[in-house]
């Protein structure tokens, strides 16, 4: 046990943390360090709200369906405003993306200069069971100038520009893990003191794992490079982990190694899970903890966003995991590949030289 990291713990509150950050950055103006904090708080109020929604009837259905057409559970709605409310009183946040609302958010912030992509409450699922969920978050810099409307460009920035991403676990404890793109950190709620705590410093997570997590009730419907993995994933032996919260999910794998994938079904072609506020704040997580995320082919913070709630599959974890993943997904490609070039091949017209 490293009782330096302990002891540093009460004295390194998410605060102090954020502001010795922000001392790296010589240009900082204070704004994102602002935003974090608006987060953390309103994660807190959330928390609360999680904790006591068997005890004053917010848990169970909203009765209104969001721009998913998934049935928005109250909590959903809830951390939802919680979550608006925070980032349109901070100031900094001039346009938000949120997964409970199907337009952009305009916070009336002209001058804020930075964008904000958010899943108030995901895993609504198991809300109401008392299984751990969380919130996810994604930060941009705006690209069109200060003193207007956020515009959708603004919003649909591949995940390399990220300044920040984040999430927030409400389980046995709560969690906010965040990176800004100088490594990964993780801090736990102490309620009594109603502060985060640094406790989980520099995260880096396993180079493999033998944990995979995916809903084998759509094995029907995976394509042939993803059934093959998970088959290789059981003749390893590897144990199947599936809590069905994707913050839930993927933090465990994190810590302990493994790979959490949601891939394309007959169910949801696309996969199942938003590229903004789910896919790419995850990605940058985890690569800054020297793991790795794909759609199985390509890079997912490479991926050019084309609407606020796209979907896109993910392979997302240990870095040798979803390295295996790609490259049984590319092997069992290949044959329609080459089908497709033989086919190209026939296609192009022979001219026949005639002998003069
Ligand atoms: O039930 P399925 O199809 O396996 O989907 C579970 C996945 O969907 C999600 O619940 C999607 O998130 P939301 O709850 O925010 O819509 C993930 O947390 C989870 O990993």
Do not use: W
């Amino acid at each position: 046990m490293d009782h330096n990291k302990l002891a540093l713990p009460v004295g390194t509150t998410l605060d102090r943390f954020i502001m010795r950050k922000q001392e790296d950055f010589p240009y900082a103006t204070g704004e994102l360090s602002q935003l974090l904090r608006d987060i953390a708080l309103a994660a807190k109020i959330v928390n609360r709200e999680i904790n006591r929604s068997g005890l004053i009837d917010i848990a169970g259905a909203y009765g209104s369906q969001n721009v998913q057409g998934e049935d928005q559970q109250k909590l959903d709605v809830i951390a939802n405003i919680r979550f608006i409310r925070a980032l349109r009183n901070g100031g900094e946040v001039c346009t938000i993306i949120s997964e409970e609302d199907d337009e952009m958010i305009q916070t009336g912030n002209n001058q804020g200069k930075y964008v904000v992509a958010i899943d108030p409450l995901d895993g609504s699922s198991n809300i109401d069971v008392n299984v751990s969920i969380g919130t996810i978050f994604s930060i941009y810099r705006r690209v069109s100038p200060t003193g207007r409307e956020g515009t959708a460009a603004d919003c649909l920035q591949p995940g390399t520009h990220q300044v920040a991403a984040g999430y927030v676990i409400y389980g046995s404890s709560t969690m906010m893990v965040y990176t800004t793109g100088n490594g990964v950190n993780g801090f736990t709620y102490e309620h009594s003191l109603g502060e985060f705590f640094l406790s989980h410093p520099d995260i880096q997570t396993p180079q493999t794992g033998n944990i995979y997590s995916i809903n084998e009730g759509s094995s029907d419907s995976f394509a042939p490079g993803v059934a093959a993995f998970v088959q290789h994933c059981k003749n390893q032996n590897f144990s199947a982990r599936y809590i069905g919260s994707l913050v839930a999910d993927f933090h465990r794998n994190l810590l302990k190694g493994g790979i959490y994938i949601y891939p394309a079904t007959a169910k949801a072609p696309n996969g199942k899970l938003r590229l903004m506020y789910e896919c790419n704040p995850l990605a940058f997580i985890v690569e800054q903890a020297g793991g790795k995320s794909s759609n199985g082919l390509q890079r997912t913070m490479e991926i050019e966003p084309k609407l606020p709630h796209e979907r896109c599959p993910v392979f997302i974890g240990s870095k040798d995991l979803v390295e295996q993943a790609e490259a049984l997904i590319a092997k069992a490609n290949q044959p329609k590949a080459e089908e497709a070039k033989e086919k190209m091949v026939k296609e192009i017209p022979v001219k026949v030289a005639v002998a003069k």
